[in-house]
């Protein structure tokens, strides 16, 4: 009969659910065809739990907390730990293979802004980049980034490259989108084009585009500044 505190043992490490039974079955001096006999199960159901060739389903996980006296939610638990581990391996094996697509960005550049982290491998690199354009995968960026339509003030005789420009468009999305201004007002908008020209009269820049940026947020417009990057020389987006 199993211990109370094996019902509720929880471990801290990442371990094959197939391990723990086979593990079970042993100490209470079963087979697997026994084990098998007395769920009712396919022998060959058993087995390849056992050898990991088949997950632990949350009826199997019942099935065997009433057969073993070990808790569904440890079996569940064990399962779910397992199987997100393997989709990490798996994950990281697939980031190597986007180490080309990561260098093509300016990654210094974005290290010194902080988007990206300092040190890192080219496969951490990657993942960071990916969680700052918020997609899974470098198909995902092209598809996002590819069919963005914006109006851009750039320079002609150093053109942009995409990877470039869709890190500092990205980059002005997510700090514009930390602002709050007013729901966007068409009519409230263009009644305040002769202020906003007015404001080019002013003599300190500072002053002019915090008046922009105030009068530009009432109407429901956002307006920033962020430094061009390499490779990216943008002097103005919108969107």
């Known amino acids: ?25 042993d100490e ?11 769920m009712d199960r396919p022998l060959k159901t058993i087995s390849e739990i056992v050898n990991g060739k088949a997950s632990i389903t949350p009826d199997t996980a019942i099935q065997l907390e009433r057969t073993l006296g070990i808790s569904a939610s440890l079996w569940n638990g064990l399962e779910l730990q397992y199987r997100q581990q393997q989709a990490r391996e798996r994950a990281r094996e697939e980031l190597a293979n986007y180490a080309e697509w990561a260098k093509g960005f300016p990654l210094a550049d974005l290290r010194k802004e902080g988007i990206l982290p300092r040190d890192g491998s080219m496969p951490d690199t990657a993942s960071a980049l990916l ?15 590819d069919t963005r339509v914006t109006a851009l003030r750039a320079s002609t005789a150093h053109p942009s490259t ?28 263009l009644g305040s084009v002769d202020d906003v020209r007015g404001l080019t009269r002013l003599g300190l820049f500072e002053t002019a585009f915090a008046r922009l940026a105030d009068s530009l947020g009432r109407s429901g417009v956002v307006v920033i500044r962020l430094p061009s990057m390499s490779q990216a020389p943008v002097s103005g987006a919108s969107s």
């Open 28 to 38: 209470r001096g079963m087979t697997q065809a026994e084990l098998a006999r007395r």
């Open 131 to 145: 969680r700052f354009f918020g997609v899974a995968n470098p198909a995902g960026w092209g598809y996002r980034w």
């Open 1 to 25: 009969m199993a211990s109370d505190h094996t019902a509720t043992w929880s471990p801290e490490w990442t371990v094959a659910p197939g391990e723990v039974l086979a593990e079970a079955i």
């Open 162 to 189: 995409p990877h470039a420009l869709s890190a500092w468009l990205r980059w002005g999305e997510l700090v514009a989108g930390e602002l709050s201004v007013e729901p966007f007002d068409r009519d409230r908008l």
